[in-house]
């Protein structure tokens, strides 16, 4: 089976699985006590005929199995719905969304993939040496240390206190430095740690300014979202390594001759990163967790947050749409990591004759 | 400028030693609750600051506000549709009213000349608006548009409806001139109902959809920039046709619901302004020399509601009354909400009685005070056998009242079960539901009303309300719901308040609700930002043009 073609069916064996998600979604959505139009009402004097109205309006009226026919029905011809707390399509939120969430999560895994690898394999040439304990200890730190604290203490830290980075929110790339420009940042130079009183008569201005705050203000969250992922691949990395510098093969390329550069290079880090791209395709579902909660700290305007809004108003449609597009990432996650294998290893093919 | 009084008194109050957290402590213990003793509670009045004025126009004329909203808004900025307090803080800058409040929280005209015409045996009202108001887009203001914002919501059956479904017929005379026939008199229409946002008509039917994402009012700030569930941003109003013109040159808004980011934001200087300061991080902000908080009083007010139903231990009077007496309401404001909030007495927030005239030093009397033993005689002689009552609570800060009652019940040999739950999770099982004892006997929730009395004892009280707004099912004395609805209909203020008078009186000697506090407006803003002022009205603030006051930033 070709590449393509196993693509294709990783898809199409998908589409069970995200029915599955839709009905149990649904189910526990409207299972979960409250009212829609009630709490869309709170605060106002209501009577009887305008919750009947709303209700109405809304769909609300008619039995589950009737809603989720009719939902499926719009979701297969490309519609997710209109949100009820937002009074905006589903799709239209989401992509909104999206953005945020995608930039932070996968920043996050840039950060734990640029920092662990190295700092994983220098762990396993060390091993037992004082770098290898410094990196156990870091290692278990960053396990045990949940994302949103993190955040909170480098928002205090490196924002509150020291004044070198943002406390909240994100820049995006795909909004024009206009979009920013309100708020009038002094010479942006100026704001580098330590050394930003050097270039106090400088600024940037325009697209270079906004690639500088772009990552000024990804930092930290970035920092806070990858230190678990850096944590957990930086220990695999360090045990898959030692394994590889352990096998036969490395041991023949020894007595050859061959430097200890191209072994690790060549030989012993190509077949200990199967482990690592597992994991990162498992740990996508954690990323998105944990995206939610550093969303919040960071005042990040993201999926996490559209879904807890969603589930606060008991906003069906976007409960659904979040869930799915959350699914179909996960699965697409899964399925990169399968196909990232074969490039990895060789020994592995995607079954069948070609 | 900073207030004569700004933070004197409370950093004086900590020096003394009786701060929160020895009150804490005190609560934690037992307390004493001496009702007297109200140290540690914070008075709006002390953060009521002076007028500050620019020395250079020109340059205040320039500034630029960022103000980080402590929820996220719906972002229906179409006064017709919108329910939401954090867009119509965005909106109030953009349309003009035909009455606005002051800061006493009475209705001034502003789009109106003057105060209305009054007839037909207070069912008929003639509106004479100021000639010549443009909207943003160069149309004129007429009274068409003003008959337009009253009728939509109607209309369009929009969740405003029933604030103007009284109407019987609005009849345009000309251009500044209009005629509103209410079908019945109703009471709360001089004091909150007319002070209706104006929206252009032919602008806002063209196309209602757009209307909400590109709004056009008449008011001192144009809609500028904007980017969904993101921020807001507004322009100054060059032609505005009142004074005074804002000095702001342009507003931002953004949000933040995570309090301790929010806080995070102001210290940092990420932002120049926060709404709604967490109680526990008051004592912080107020303490920084380049951070002003301030504060106001709200037309809020939290209250306990006892099931009344048959088969509850609740539904017997004396048992609500000896549940009342054993706690104090004010050992539990100081303990937890101290910078937040006061104890309040009445179903009515203490904003809405400085307006009327009611007997408050009776009903301050008339409050159950802290009495243990008053409260163990009481449940002793009526509270069922083996009596064990369930008290909802949502999962906040207000869970911490259902602990306290618990636990002085506790103390006087009674157990009561505290459930805690999302808020709206509550509500589902309380105020939604047909009152099921076995459920429930006690829940706690709040209510934001206004000036009038009616936006309190309707919703909160009256019989029609049952699993609306309400999960209490209190029958009441004979009177108690026709008084509700004959104050509700009739604009004889004077009788109003005597039947006022009497509903209220009935809720604190029957107790089918406890109100136990009213929480504050709050904000905090960067030192550089001058005239701020909180207003009662939240979605008024922040209040950053009026004749009391008009924002600047100093950038010196």
């Known amino acids: ?354 | 400028m900073r207030g004569n009084n700004k933070g004197a008194t409370r950093r004086r109050v900590l020096v003394t030693g009786v701060s929160a957290g020895a009150l804490a402590l005190a609560g934690c213990i037992g307390g004493n609750g001496d009702d007297d003793d109200d140290g540690g509670i914070i008075d709006p009045d002390e953060y009521d600051y002076e007028r500050d004025e620019p020395d250079d126009e020109d340059a205040a004329m320039d500034s630029t506000m960022v103000y980080t909203q402590e929820l996220e808004r719906d972002d229906d900025f179409d006064p017709v549709v919108s329910n939401d307090a954090y867009s119509m803080q965005v909106a109030e800058l953009l349309y003009d009213s035909l009455f606005e409040f002051d800061y006493e929280y009475e209705l001034q005209p502003k789009v109106a000349v003057d105060f209305p015409d009054v007839e037909r045996d207070d069912t008929r009202f003639i509106y004479e608006i100021h000639d010549g108001i443009e909207f943003h887009n160069g149309d004129e203001l007429t009274a068409d548009d003003v008959a337009h914002s009253f009728l939509a919501p109607v209309e369009e059956e929009t969740p405003n409806a029933t604030s103007y479904d009284m109407i019987e017929d609005i009849e345009v005379i000309d251009d500044t001139q209009l005629q509103v026939d209410l079908e019945y008199p109703y009471g709360p229409w001089e004091m909150f109902n007319q002070g209706v946002n104006i929206v252009p008509e032919d602008a806002r039917t063209d196309d209602v959809d757009a209307f909400n994402t590109d709004p056009i009012g008449s008011g001192p700030f144009v809609w500028s920039d904007y980017q969904m569930g993101e921020y807001v941003e507004l322009e100054r109003n060059d032609d505005y046709w009142d004074d005074p013109l804002p000095y702001l040159a342009e507003i931002r808004f953004e949000d933040n619901v995570d309090d301790s980011s929010r806080v995070g934001e102001i210290l940092a200087g990420d932002t120049d302004a926060i709404g709604d300061v967490p109680n526990a991080d008051w004592d912080e902000i107020d303490g920084e020399d380049d951070i002003n908080a301030h504060v106001a009083e709200s037309p809020s007010v939290a209250y306990i509601f006892f099931n009344c139903n048959d088969g509850a231990g609740t539904a017997n009077a004396d048992v609500r009354r000896g549940i009342a007496h054993a706690f104090s309401a004010t050992d539990y404001v100081e303990t937890y909400l101290n910078n937040a909030a006061a104890p309040v007495v009445t179903p009515t927030s203490p904003i809405t009685n400085e307006l009327w005239d009611f007997p408050l030093d009776e009903w301050e009397d008339a409050y159950p005070d802290y009495d243990p033993d008053l409260a163990q005689e009481l449940l002793d002689e009526n509270a069922p056998d083996d009596w064990n009552p369930t008290f909802m609570a949502p999962d906040d800060e207000r869970a911490t009242l259902a602990e306290r009652v618990a636990q002085r019940l506790d103390e006087i040999g009674y157990d009561m079960e505290v459930q805690t739950m999302a808020f709206d999770q509550m509500l589902d099982q309380t105020i939604y539901s047909e009152g099921d004892p076995d459920d429930y006997e006690l829940y706690i929730s709040g209510w934001t009303g206004g000036p009038d009395p009616d936006q309190y004892l309707y919703s909160n009280f009256h019989e029609s309300q049952e699993e609306i707004n309400q999960g209490h099912h209190y029958e009441g004395s004979d009177d108690f719901h026709d008084n509700i609805i004959e104050a509700r209909e009739t604009g004889d203020q004077a009788e109003r308040e005597e039947l006022y008078t009497d509903v209220i009186g009935e809720i604190i000697e029957e107790v089918p609700a406890l109100p136990i506090f009213t929480e504050h407006n709050s904000m905090a803003t960067g030192e550089h930002i001058k005239d701020m002022h909180v207003h009662p009205q939240m979605q008024y603030n922040p209040h950053v043009v009026s004749g009391d006051g008009n924002v600047w930033v100093d950038d010196d």
């Open chain 1, 1 to 354: 089976m070709g590449l393509l073609r196993y693509t294709l069916y990783r898809f199409v064996q998908a589409i069970p699985v995200l029915f599955g998600i839709t009905i149990i979604t649904f189910a526990l959505a409207n299972l979960a006590p409250g009212d829609p139009v009630q709490i869309m009402l709170q605060g106002q004097e209501v009577d009887e005929d305008l919750i009947q109205t709303m209700e109405e309006r809304y769909g609300l009226d008619e039995p589950v199995h009737e809603r989720y026919i009719s939902y499926m029905t719009g979701v297969l011809q490309g519609d997710l719905g209109q949100s009820f707390h937002y009074n905006q399509p589903v799709s239209d939120l989401i992509m909104s969304r999206l953005g945020p969430t995608l930039l932070l999560v996968l920043s996050a895994y840039a950060f734990a993939i640029v920092t662990s690898i190295p700092l994983g394999i220098l762990a396993a040439k060390r091993r037992n040496e004082p770098a290898d304990h410094v990196s156990r200890i870091v290692a278990l730190l960053g396990v045990s240390t949940p994302s949103f604290w993190i955040g909170i203490m480098l928002i205090i830290i490196f924002a509150v206190q020291l004044g070198w980075f943002p406390s909240t929110g994100l820049v995006y790339p795909w909004w024009s430095p206009e979009a920013y420009g309100y708020t009038g940042w002094p010479g942006p130079l100026e704001q580098l740690p330590v050394v930003g009183a050097m270039f106090s008569q400088y600024t940037l201005g325009g697209w270079p300014e906004h690639v500088f705050q772009i990552v000024r203000h990804l930092l930290l969250p970035m920092i806070a979202l990858g230190t678990l992922q850096m944590a957990t691949l930086m220990r695999i990395e360090r045990t898959q390594m030692i394994e590889s510098l352990q096998g036969e093969y490395v041991k023949l390329a020894r007595a050859y001759g061959v430097s200890e550069r191209t072994i690790l290079r060549k030989h012993a880090f190509r077949t200990a990163q199967l482990p690592i791209i597992t994991i990162i395709g498992l740990n996508l579902s954690t990323a998105l967790g944990g995206a939610v909660l550093v969303e919040y700290v960071f005042n990040i305007n993201g999926m996490g947050r559209l879904f807890i809004d969603a589930i606060h108003n008991l906003d069906y449609q976007l409960i659904m749409g979040v869930t799915l597009i959350f699914g179909t990432i996960f699965i697409i996650g899964v399925i990169i990591t399968d196909i990232s294998y074969a490039y990895v290893d060789p020994r592995v093919t995607y079954g069948g004759d070609d």
